[in-house]
């Protein structure tokens, strides 16, 4: 083992006085794999370059299907010297800016703010669309050297500009990050696809970004899945219908907005659930299936992040994924 770890108490921000595990030595040593849990994978890997040589990367896939953060401590993402306004206190009254790499469009309530903001910067939306679609090139580059399996079955999604403080920003229980939670989106249903997300911290005053990891997602689900119930047939037609999606949202993403929402709610779980503290260095990069890894954002600012989607049946072990998992559970099918 690489390192140790010692149990901390820490606040965290809405909660009682919270135990928390801190591994110490997990981002000290380059070279030695951690194997404790949470599985925290380093990998030295310092480049977003395409396709190195095969033999050169390590293959991480089984590891990151089952559940493993990929750390790659040395993979920055090189801010250019006009993109700088961009990390102002004024834009970073926006909470998030999206970014769809099919358009190059920005999107979110965030744009007015940062339009605002820059109003006297003529150009600097477009400055900032060239930051995100850089970076979302660079994130598309990387799994696709990491992740040779998948290959072009891993679709592109948004990718997001998060410049705000996390900690002790005011938002409903729902919306707040620094709560234990699976990722699941309530207006762009899945359908069953995982949801593999790339984050750098670009904090360029060398802030880190602390998260809490929590249990596997099989403990997560056998604790909460007695709760979750079924959605009514015709349901998820109806809520496209109307609007609310913007497709059909399936018994499976009814199923994995329930349960975020309940792991969310419970601030008894929320304190006593096993749980570990980590914190991604600046001019960091890691990976992980967020449906998956149980996850909660404590503080930090500035963060570029991609979203990648991917089918089931494009995983190596897709008995691994929340819908097989769930399905076991609820014994049915449910896309
Ligand atoms: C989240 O997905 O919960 C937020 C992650 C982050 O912004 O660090
Ligand atoms: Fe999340």
Redesign the pocket.
């Known amino acids: 083992m690489s390192g140790f770890s010692r149990t901390v108490t820490c606040v965290v921000p809405g909660f009682s006085r919270t135990v928390v595990e801190v591994h110490d030595a997990c981002l000290a040593d380059a070279t030695v794999r951690d194997s404790f849990p949470p599985m925290i994978r380093r990998l030295n890997h310092p480049n977003w370059g395409t396709r190195v040589s095969a033999a050169a990367i390590e293959d991480c896939t089984a590891e990151l299907e089952q559940g493993a953060v990929l750390f790659l401590p040395e993979l920055a993402f090189d801010v250019r010297w006009d993109e700088k306004p961009h990390f102002s206190p004024t834009v970073a009254a926006a909470k998030n800016v999206s970014f769809d790499p099919s358009t190059g469009r920005l999107g979110g309530a965030a744009v007015k703010n940062v339009r605002d903001a820059q109003a006297e910067t003529p150009g600097s939306l477009d400055s900032l669309s060239a930051m995100l679609g850089r970076f979302s090139a660079a994130a598309a580059s990387l799994v696709d050297a990491l992740f040779p399996t998948y290959g072009p079955r891993l679709q592109r999604a948004r990718a997001s500009f998060?410049p705000a403080e996390?900690a002790g920003r005011q938002t409903t229980w729902r919306h707040d990050?620094t709560r234990l939670?699976i990722?699941s989106f309530p207006a762009t249903p899945v359908q069953g696809r995982r949801i593999l997300r790339v984050?750098t911290n670009v904090n360029p005053d060398g802030r880190s970004?602390s998260?809490r990891i929590g249990e596997p997602f099989e403990d997560v689900a056998q604790r909460f899945g007695g709760q979750l119930r079924l959605p009514l047939p015709f349901s998820g037609v109806m809520l496209k219908a109307v609007g609310i999606t913007r497709s059909r949202r399936s018994a499976y993403d009814a199923l994995m907005l329930q349960l975020h929402d309940r792991m969310k709610a419970d601030l008894e779980y929320q304190t006593k659930a096993p749980q570990t503290a980590i914190d991604f260095p600046a001019g960091s990069t890691w990976i992980a299936f967020?449906d998956r890894v149980s996850?909660a954002?404590m503080a930090?600012q500035y963060?570029l992040?991609q979203t990648f989607l991917l089918p089931v049946d494009a995983m190596e072990q897709p008995e691994r994924s929340p819908l097989r998992i769930l399905e076991r559970i609820k014994k049915r099918a449910l896309v």
Do not use: L, V, Y
């Open positions: 998060r996390i990050d939670h990722d984050f970004r998260w967020t996850h954002a930090g963060q992040e």
